[in-house]
């Protein structure tokens, strides 16, 4: 499902770029001309600065909306905040073994767990990720909202 829903934000993007404002087309080097009778012809392509132009201006325009960009962003924020925290916990409270996690997590990399919300994931993400979840939603009793938008938030970061 998850592939399905990429792909038509993919098709809505190259559709918005096809669409996009003729005065943004105004730097392009390419022309598409139509002789009655003959098919399209396109002569050359447009400029690659062209092109990033209009992706990103069909992408802020076309994408998600201002303010879940803005709640997404802000969700990203405080899961950094958090996992900073928790780092620094880990680093102040850790003496080669540490009594206030189970014997499976004594091994846990804190170097790499730092880096757990950076892209490209590693292998920490997933368990950062639900420790969040869990200190929302549960300890601060947070809603099935807030479970949602935080999971949005970094499926789509």
Do not use: W
Not at 91 to 97: I, K, M, S
Not at 113 to 138: G, H, I
Request: glycine share 8%; proline share 3%; charged share 30%.
């Amino acid at each position: 499902m998850r592939h399905v829903l990429r792909f038509r934000r993919l098709a809505l993007q190259f559709s918005s770029l096809m669409a996009a404002k003729k005065g943004l087309y105004s730097g392009a080097s390419t022309t598409t001309t139509k002789v009655p009778g003959k098919k399209k012809t396109r002569s050359a392509t447009s400029s690659l600065k062209t092109l990033q132009q209009i992706k990103e201006s069909s992408r802020a325009e076309h994408g998600r909306p201002k303010r879940t960009r803005e709640n997404y962003a802000g969700y990203i924020e405080r899961g950094k905040a958090f996992l900073e925290g928790l780092v620094t916990e880990r680093r102040e409270n850790f003496n080669g073994v540490d009594d206030n996690l189970d014997s499976l997590d004594n091994n846990i990399d804190i170097d790499m767990m730092e880096k757990a919300f950076d892209n490209p994931p590693n292998k920490y993400s997933v368990m950062v990720l639900e420790l969040y979840l869990v200190q929302k939603c549960l300890t601060e009793k947070r809603g099935k909202s807030t479970a949602a938008g935080i999971q949005g938030a970094f499926a789509d970061y």
